[in-house]
Every structure is written in C-alpha cells, then in structure tokens.
C-alpha cells in the first residue's frame, strides 16, 4: 500500500479526437445542406401603378397640409384680436375698469381685417349693431348686449366703474363669440 501518496498513471494512448468508425451515427445527416435564405423583400414597390398612387397620394396630403396652413394664415386676425380680449379682461379683474373702452375698438379692427374698409367705416351707430347682429350666423346676444359693448367706448369714467364684474364678463364673452363666430365674407361668396 502506497498511503497516502497518490500515483498518477500514464496512459499509452495519446488523448487525440479519434475519427468515428465508418458506419458510426445517422448516415441520413451525412449529405444534409445549410438553408439558403431568399433574397429579402424589397421596399420599393414592384408595379408602376403603387408609384402613380404614392404621388397622388403626396399631392393630395401636400394640397390639405396648404389648406390647413392658409385657413391658419387666414384666422391669424381672430387669434390675436382674442389674445387681447384675454388681456383685457385680465386687466378689468385686476382693476383697471378703463380696459372695456377698448372692447368696441377690438371688435372694429377684426372686421377691418376682413371686410373692406369703405363698407365698415360707412356703418355707425344702429347700422353698426345691425352689422354686428347679421354677421353672425347664429346670433347669441341680444340687442342690448351688442349695444352695451358698443356704447363702451363713450361711456364715462363713473360709468365705467359702476359695470359690475357679471355684465363685463357678459361683454368680454360676447366679444369672443363673435371674434371666433363672425361669417367670413371670402367664405360666404
């Protein structure tokens, strides 16, 4: 007995891959051929008709896209008209009471931006609120509320003052109905 030593014993034999023997394993598997792929699909398309619809269809998103961006071109007067009704108000709330002379003068410059000048010059006093009445299509205000606003510009200081905060609202909240609900004459014709 060796004890505790231990004796590692050579093998003859070199530790090499020996090949199988010829008759070794599946011979099915022995002539078997990697997959080959298929060409991958092309993004292009193949017939000339998908060509003739994707410009058709380019010329038809092109010709909405302008149509939004002139609409857009167009109402620009009515964003910013509305931009200073906002204004206004903030400042009526904030204390200034001044800032409702400045109400008839917005809605005066919008329809000058519209409607040609000799036409909304002409128009003073009844014939104005009658205007105001008639280019909207469907008229919310009574003729008080168009009166009120338009008669804001001559009233006095005192006047002024004594508009409590719901009958401004009232005025504020016409003005924009009509700034956002005017008939456009382009559009009418």
């Not at 004796?7 to 078997?32: C, M, S, V, Y």
């Not at 398309?45 to 609409?71: D, E, K, Q, T």
């Not at 009526?92 to 000048?117: C, H, K, M, N, T």
Request: with cysteine; charged share 20%; hydrophobic share 45%.
């Amino acid at each position: 007995m060796l004890g505790n030593q231990t004796k590692f014993i050579a093998l003859d034999t070199p530790t090499i891959f020996l090949r199988p023997k010829q008759d070794f394993g599946n011979t099915w598997l022995e002539h078997i051929h990697e997959v080959v792929m298929p060409d991958s699909i092309s993004l292009i398309p193949s017939a000339p008709f998908w060509f003739l619809l994707i410009v058709m269809a380019s010329l038809y998103s092109a010709w909405n896209i302008w149509g939004v961006y002139c609409r857009w071109k167009i109402n620009s007067y009515r964003r910013a008209a509305k931009k200073m009704t906002e204004r206004l108000q903030e400042r009526f709330l904030g204390g200034d009471y001044l800032a409702l002379r400045e109400l008839p003068e917005i809605i005066r410059r919008s329809a000058l931006s519209v409607w040609p000048r000799e036409v909304i010059v002409a128009l003073v006093g009844n014939d104005w609120n009658v205007f105001l009445a008639s280019s909207l299509a469907d008229p919310c205000a009574t003729n008080d509320e168009i009166l009120g606003v338009t008669q804001l510009a001559y009233l006095s200081d005192e006047s002024l003052k004594n508009i409590s905060v719901d009958e401004a609202n009232k005025y504020f909240s016409w003005v924009t109905y009509w700034l956002v609900n005017h008939n456009d004459p382009e559009r009418e014709a």
